[in-house]
């Protein structure tokens, strides 16, 4: 009886141990869900699953692509996708608080997929996610609405301008090529 005891946290930890390495880098952490009190720990969230992630701003010009980006997500969650909105003020178009980037995403663009509280985006300060993506797609993001297409291993497949509209011929290619990668 002693040993089934003592063999549970062993097993937990393993498994600890076993997901954290099946993880890959550009998931390693955690960021704080848009006006909500948890946390969105990125592996357990998204590992295996193909993402386009992107940098938003509240008040940019390009704020309407919420709704495109809203529709992509709807079309292809079914298979998997899943759509990460960074908020970030890097370019000086954020909201000042989290309830009025809530309000404009959700209510003004009726935004249903994931959305973090606002992080940096660019330079040495970006949070992990954004040097990573940086970093695999030697580009950091240029202006709000900079998108990331990623695969199931969590490798950048392609990254897109905030001028790419979230219902672009190109955008969507890449989004179908990650969504038939192997996990």
Not at 84 to 111: H, L, M, R, W
Not at 164 to 176: C, G, Q
Request: aromatic share 10%; proline share 7%.
């Amino acid at each position: 009886m002693l040993m089934r005891w003592l063999a549970v946290p062993v097993l937990m930890a393993v498994g600890s141990v076993a997901m954290a390495a099946s993880c890959p880098p550009l998931l390693t952490g955690q960021l704080p869900k848009l006006r909500a009190k948890e946390s969105i720990d990125l592996c357990q969230q998204f590992a295996g699953k193909p993402l386009v992630i992107v940098n938003t701003a509240s008040f940019c010009g390009f704020a309407p692509q919420f709704k495109g980006l809203e529709v992509l997500y709807q079309r292809y969650k079914g298979e998997g996708l899943e759509v990460i909105g960074v908020p970030s003020d890097d370019f000086k178009q954020e909201a000042k608080t989290g309830e009025e980037t809530a309000k404009v995403c959700y209510v003004n663009y009726g935004v249903t997929f994931t959305m973090t509280e606002p992080q940096k985006v660019k330079g040495p300060d970006a949070v992990h996610l954004f040097k990573v993506l940086a970093e695999q797609a030697d580009a950091a993001p240029k202006w709000n609405f900079y998108k990331y297409v990623v695969d199931r291993q969590g490798n950048v497949v392609a990254s897109f301008s905030s001028l790419t509209k979230p219902d672009s011929p190109e955008l969507i290619k890449a989004v179908e090529q990650a969504i038939a990668s192997k996990p």
